[in-house]
């Protein structure tokens, strides 16, 4: 199985609808979001169209909590708050139902998809978890992978049984090793914190274990344009143009 795993597209559908074409044509078998499919962006309410339309399943982000319990609003901070309300009267009542029956986590071909950290925690970073405590997940994990997104960095933690190692992931093909067992940050498609512009998404070969991470170019200038014109704080159309972050929680 070849798969698409996208994360944090953050209501950029200049983003979403590159790569979508670019997956297109790589004639792959499924494409799975990590969450935070909606905020900060102009678009959330297309972006759940596009992925409806293509039946693109998804696990739940702590921007999707904040519209399933609006209680959670309150873990953000004020210029996330902000962006997130405008998202929330941008959406339509079938979106909103659609976004309150996503699962914390999925498993499927024996890999686990969750937004934050394994096994299900949405709102956790995995920079936030202590090496030992990142151990006892991993032994506990059935899965051989898990792959996370909520950062908007790329990066990978391997796990042998002796050693654990936290490493940037960059562009281009990661062959894994069938020993270990990994918990792999997608980035994000449409707000990335990496340092680069590009929208970030990867593709996995169950078959060969090869990982290709990839980044693509698009029209983030449109999408800062509309982020503005849309009442958005204008520091998430800033941010789209340097892939970069001056605020952690998100
Ligand atoms: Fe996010």
Redesign the pocket.
Known sequence: MKIAVLS?I?GNLEALQTVLGIIHNLHLDEVICLG?NI?YGPDSQAVMDLLTKYEIASVL???EMAVKNRASLEWFNPMAQKALKITLSQLSGPAVAKIGQLPFSLVKYGLRFVHGVPPANVFLYLFQVPEKKLIQKLDRLKEQICFV??T?DLGIVSWDGTCLTRDKLVPGICQLDEKKKYIINAG?VG?PRDGTPEAKFLVYDTQTRQLAVRAVGYSFAETGRKIIAAGIPKMYAEKLAVGADTVKK?
């Open positions: 944090d953050h935070d905020g982000g702590n921007h997104g909520h908007h994000s707000q998100g």
